[in-house]
């Protein structure tokens, strides 16, 4: 079964610093997809960055990339240059084609990211 | 403007009273899903639509049903909500199924049991 592993329950930055959320997953599957949600309190859940498992080009949106170590299992995202708007529960997340044409979308249990002024 | 919406926010309900939580979609969007949310904790999916099919986790208990009427509306209903049912509800819609789709979310329902 697909697992996804987020070891760090709450990270803090300063604002205008870098910081780096961890995820591993475990899967026995060569194609798939990965993903980082970001939840603030009380608002929608919204996507922040995804990538390709075939793709060895790590994904980069503006202040947001990952580091995607395939065969480690490793998915971090590093957020640049720290925002108070940042603040939020990430989420990462794998998800497959089942049999059938159905499918999966695994959550790891989120990190709270806190943005010191 | 708001392309995946809940209703309502916060929902109460007392103990073995069905409830029925509501999904709608601007986007038209052929899928549409269901996660349960408990505090601290991942969104767990319950079910999905792949347009009128209908795929149901296997681990989501007989106490949870959907519905689909057409493409913008997807309800969750609950028969006999427990207390362990109490939790926020998610709404999520994607273009097509394929793992490339990403999921669009709604606000979420906060479900409380009395």
């Known amino acids: 079964a697909q697992t996804v592993t987020q070891s760090q329950p709450e990270m803090s930055v300063q604002e205008a610093e870098t910081v780096t959320l961890s995820c591993t997953y475990d899967?026995?599957?060569?194609?798939?997809?990965l993903f980082w949600y970001k939840q603030p309190p009380s608002r929608q859940m919204i996507l922040v960055i995804r990538?390709?498992?075939?793709?060895?080009q790590n994904a980069t949106e503006n202040r947001f990339s990952v580091n995607f170590q395939k065969a480690a299992k490793s998915f971090s995202l590093k957020i640049s240059d720290s925002q108070l708007g940042d603040a939020a529960m990430y989420f990462c997340?794998?998800?497959?084609?089942?049999?059938?044409?159905?499918?999966?979308?695994?959550f790891g249990k989120g990190t709270k990211l806190t943005v010191n002024p | 403007d708001a392309m995946v919406i809940q209703n309502p926010r916060y929902q109460v309900t007392q103990f073995g009273k069905p409830v029925t939580l509501s999904c709608s979609q601007t986007?038209?969007?052929?899928?549409m899903y269901w996660y349960q949310q408990k505090s601290s904790q991942a969104p767990k999916l319950l079910f999905h639509?792949?347009?009128?099919?209908?795929?149901n986790e296997a681990d989501t208990p007989d106490n949870f049903q959907s519905r689909r009427p057409n493409t913008s509306f997807c309800f969750l209903d609950i028969r006999s909500p427990g207390l362990g049912d109490a939790a926020m509800y998610l709404c999520?819609?994607?273009?097509?199924?394929?793992?490339?789709?990403?999921?669009?979310f709604g606000d979420g329902t906060r479900l409380s049991i009395l």
């Open positions: 999520a819609t994607s273009r097509d199924r394929g793992f490339n789709q990403p999921q669009h």
């Open positions: 990538q390709e498992a075939y793709k060895q």
């Open positions: 986007l038209n969007h052929n899928v």
């Open positions: 997340a794998y998800r497959a084609l089942m049999k059938g044409g159905s499918e999966k979308l695994v």
């Open positions: 639509y792949y347009d009128k099919d209908f795929n």
């Open positions: 899967t026995s599957e060569s194609d798939y997809y």
